[in-house]
């Protein structure tokens, strides 16, 4: 990836739009639908927004919304998997939407209050439920395991040997999940948010109420770095450096 053509690009939940930044300046601006939350990247580059206030994903293909998909109540969360197929948590009605194409092929129930979604690298998707304190694994299109974690659990991130992260709100914990079971509790900071890993499988958390990033090597934090006011979205680019947000949400990758 050339470093002269890396890009950010940011849901912006109170305007109705996202932002990219080419280098360091905003290049576009683009409409999307009501309250935009989460965003991602498939395998093609091709950006996809859940649009929580409107009830639909957006596609981006360059600079425009090519396709605008209904999905269930207040999508929040939203991934790509290998293949290059949308999932969306959809906060308000308790499903997963796996998207193929531009057409909701499938409707998952998982917990109560889904937030957060990750793909791993085997294409597994896991799913954070804030109310009901557990992580969803879906395999295929079917819930194959319901894991038990701390309280009201909010980001999710894979490592790249498959092992998953989730950041735990309300208990300031992160949860390491092995295989399908809870390996380690770690202490952060206040009110974790955002996870995410880097290239060399180190963890990195965005603490909303202490203002803070918690590094996390192995299973110990060994930084405590403190940023601007109310973190929640954070990101790891391919060199390893970490990009944080406060209110908006943060997608990040090559071009």
């Known amino acids: 990836v050339s470093q002269s053509r890396y890009r950010l690009v940011f849901a912006n939940y109170g305007s109705n739009t996202v932002s990219k930044i080419v280098g360091t300046t905003v290049a ?138 989730v950041a735990n709100y309300g208990s300031n914990t992160v949860s390491k999940i092995v295989g399908t079971t809870v390996a380690n509790t770690i202490a952060v900071g206040s009110r974790p948010w955002g996870i995410t890993s880097d290239p060399s499988g180190n963890i990195w958390v965005a603490n909303y109420s202490s203002n803070t990033v918690s590094k996390i090597v192995g299973t110990s934090v060994v930084s405590t770095i403190t940023v601007e006011t109310s973190p929640r979205g954070i990101t790891s680019d391919t060199y390893g450096n970490s990009s944080v947000t406060s209110h908006n949400q943060c997608m990040t990758g090559g071009m």
Do not use: F, L
């Open 28 to 165: 576009n601006t683009i409409t999307v639908g009501s309250s935009p939350w989460g965003i991602t990247s498939d395998p093609s580059g091709n950006i996809w927004v859940a649009n929580y206030g409107s009830n639909t994903v957006s596609k981006i293909v360059g600079t425009s919304v090519v396709s605008t998909i209904t999905v269930e109540i207040n999508p929040m969360g939203i991934t790509s998997d290998p293949s290059g197929n949308i999932w969306v948590a959809n906060y308000g009605s308790n499903t997963v939407s796996k998207i193929v194409g531009t057409t909701v092929a499938n409707t998952i129930a998982v917990g109560a209050r889904p937030w957060g979604i990750t793909s791993d690298p085997s294409g597994n998707i896991w799913v954070t439920n804030y109310n009901s304190n557990t992580v969803s694994k879906i395999v295929g299109t079917s819930v194959v395991s319901t894991i038990t974690v701390e309280i009201n659990p909010i980001g999710i991130t894979s490592d790249p040997s498959g092992n998953i992260w």
